[in-house]
Each structure stands twice: as structure tokens, then as C-alpha cells.
Antibody, heavy 119, light 107 residues
């Protein structure tokens, strides 16, 4: 059974770059889309973007200018880079798998990684 | 972006009650809706996909319905373990978007 585990960068200062990884175990990344989703404290869920296993990407226009998502199938790893972070980027960040036919059908999810941006 | 408007924001019901949560899309999205359950400190858990298909392992008291722009999640007989936040989500088009959530408590 596939398992997703996000890294935990913890605390960042404003204007720094957030870098997160999601390790995929129990299955190959082949054939799937790999998504990042975040949830600010007490708020709803926001889709950040995804990468197909072959490397093509799709981003939320609200974040597109600051986001880069990539996959490394040899290491079974998904990565997220978010530049110029601010307090509004404080959130729990989740990785989630989407199917080849339905990239936005998220199952399973990782446990989440808390990211706090504070000076 | 497609807006998903979820209601009510919160509800309180007794165990055994039938509970209904509604989600309205800002444009037609066929049946491309998923529902998730989230308990405090945990990741969202998929409940329903394609509007009405039950995810494997999810109790049959959960059901989904709707198409086009109106969708509902129903819990037929509320249990104490169903206390959680529930979110709808459309995967009809990019960017994928979520409803704001419904908090379900026991009265």
C-alpha cells in the first residue's frame, strides 16, 4: 500500500524559500499525478499544484509565480519549492496522489508538514 | 477558478440523526466531486469520489449525490466517531478547489 511522507522544514523567515519533499513508498510513481495541497491555520484547503510522473506540471495561478514542483522517480520523491515566503504561507503542507485519469482525485494523502513563517 | 460554496459552515446533531451537507459549484462540473473527512491534527481522508462512489473501507452510512452544480454528502445515522470537518472538492478543471468546510459536532 502506498505511503506518503512529507519532510518537515519547520520555521522560515519572510522572503526565504520553502523547500519540501514527499517520499513515496510502497508503490511506483509511474502513471500518477503528484500534488501539493496546503491548509492555513483554521482555514480551508488550497491546491498548490502537481507534477505528472513524466515531469509535466500544473500550478494554481494564485501561486504560480513562486512555485516549482518536480518529481524524481528514481528516488520516489516529490519536491516543492516556494520562493519569497511570507506569513500567509504559514500552513500545513500535504502531498497527495492523483490518478492518471483524474489528477485531482486525491488518495492517499501524506500526514502533512507544518511550515511556519515568522521573523 | 471554480468556486465551491459549502453549507452549512457548522452543524450540531444527535447520534442517530441524518445529516446533510451541501456543496454548490459556480459552474457545471459534471460529477467530478470528492468529499473528505478531516479530524483534528490529521490529513483529510477520502470518503466519496465521482460524486457518489464510496471510497473503499468507508462505512455505508456515508453517501454522496448530485451532478452539475449541486452536490450533497449525507450521513444516514450519525455516530460519535463522525465528529470532524467535511470538505467538498471539484476535480473537473484546474485549479482544483475546495469548499470551506462543514464542522459536524454531536449535540
Amino acid at each position: 500500500q502506498v505511503h506518503l511522507q512529507e519532510s518537515a522544514p519547520g520555521l522560515l523567515k519572510p522572503s526565504e524559500t520553502l523547500s519540501l519533499t514527499c517520499n513515496v513508498s510502497g508503490d511506483s510513481m509511474t502513471g500518477y499525478y503528484w500534488n501539493w495541497i496546503r491548509q492555513a491555520p483554521g482555514m480551508g484547503l488550497e491546491w498548490i499544484g502537481n507534477a505528472y510522473y513524466r515531469g509535466t506540471t500544473n500550478y494554481n495561478p494564485a501561486l504560480e509565480s513562486r512555485v516549482t514542483i518536480s518529481v524524481d522517480t528514481s528516488r520516489n520523491r516529490l519536491s516543492l519549492s516556494l520562493t519569497s515566503v511570507g506569513a500567509a504561507d504559514t500552513a500545513v503542507y500535504y502531498c497527495a496522489r492523483g490518478t492518471g485519469s483524474f489528477p485531482g482525485r486525491f488518495d492517499p494523502w501524506g500526514q502533512g508538514a507544518q511550515v511556519t513563517v515568522s521573523s | 477558478a471554480i468556486r465551491m460554496t459549502q453549507s452549512p459552515p457548522s452543524l450540531s446533531a444527535s447520534t442517530g440523526d441524518r445529516v446533510t451537507i451541501t456543496c454548490r459549484a459556480s459552474q457545471p462540473i459534471s460529477g467530478y466531486v470528492a468529499w473528505y473527512q478531516q479530524k483534528p491534527g490529521t490529513a483529510p481522508k477520502p470518503l466519496i469520489y465521482a460524486g457518489s462512489s464510496l471510497q473503499s473501507g468507508v462505512p455505508s452510512r456515508f453517501s454522496g449525490s448530485g451532478s452539475g452544480t449541486e452536490f450533497t454528502l449525507t450521513i444516514s445515522c450519525l455516530q460519535s466517531e463522525d465528529v470532524a470537518n467535511y470538505f467538498c472538492q471539484q476535480y473537473y478543471s484546474y485549479p482544483f478547489t475546495f469548499g470551506q468546510g462543514t464542522r459536524v459536532d454531536i449535540k
